[in-house]
């Protein structure tokens, strides 16, 4: 998804506070997706706010105005023979007047702390913008074939770029030239 990189630290008004889906409110969520609805440029759509949903929201505002999001879910990735429990992230963007002040910085630093606290690995489907992003914050590249477990089979996605955030948890051995696959789910796989 969408991320815009920020080179300078983070406003001192930022505040960073996370909460799983249900701890928001209806207000709340309204708002969260009018937001994600103009920074990802009216691109976002209701398969896209689905993702988004049932994990943990990072949020970021500046002087009380929402600045910057992202989620992280759970879900499986099958890398060769091994089964990984992956702390996905979805969502992320950035508003338009708080883009390159720091705080997608600020937002990368709380997914990580979960990603890395709870999970095998941390992944994420890169637009061109969030992926200098992640390679300046240590995410690599996921270097083999990508694919997604479709009702049809295993499905190759070539056209994906995904990266990787090793975790204290990831597997000794987990080979980065090998098959990653994703579950199903409604729209887009990654």
Do not use: K
């Not at 992202?70 to 007047?97: H, K, N, P």
């Not at 997608?104 to 997914?111: N, P, Q």
């Not at 240590?138 to 694919?147: E, F, K, M, S, V």
Request: proline letters at 6%; hydrophobic letters at 40%; glycine letters at 12%.
């Amino acid at each position: 998804m969408l991320l815009h990189v920020s080179s300078a630290p983070p406003a001192a008004r930022t505040v960073v506070r996370t909460a799983p889906t249900a701890d928001l409110s209806p207000a709340e969520l309204r708002r969260l997706r009018a937001f994600l609805d103009v920074a990802f440029l009216g691109n976002f759509d209701d398969d896209h706010w689905s993702h988004a949903l049932g994990g943990v929201h990072v949020l970021a505002t500046v002087d009380g105005e929402l600045a910057g999001h992202a989620s992280v879910v759970g879900r499986d990735m099958i890398a060769g023979e091994q089964t990984l429990r992956t702390g996905y992230l979805e969502a992320v963007g950035t508003g338009e007047a708080h883009r390159r002040r720091g705080v997608a910085s600020a937002v990368m630093e709380t997914t990580e702390r979960l990603v890395t606290g709870g999970f095998e690995l941390g992944a994420l489907a890169a637009s061109e913008d969030g992926a200098r992003l992640y390679r300046r914050r240590g995410w690599l590249p996921w270097r083999g074939p990508l694919a997604g477990l479709t009702p049809a089979g295993i499905v190759d996605t070539p056209d994906e770029q995904v990266f990787v955030l090793p975790t204290p948890a990831t597997p000794a051995g987990l080979d980065p030239e090998s098959r990653l696959v994703c579950g199903w789910r409604r729209g887009e796989l990654w």
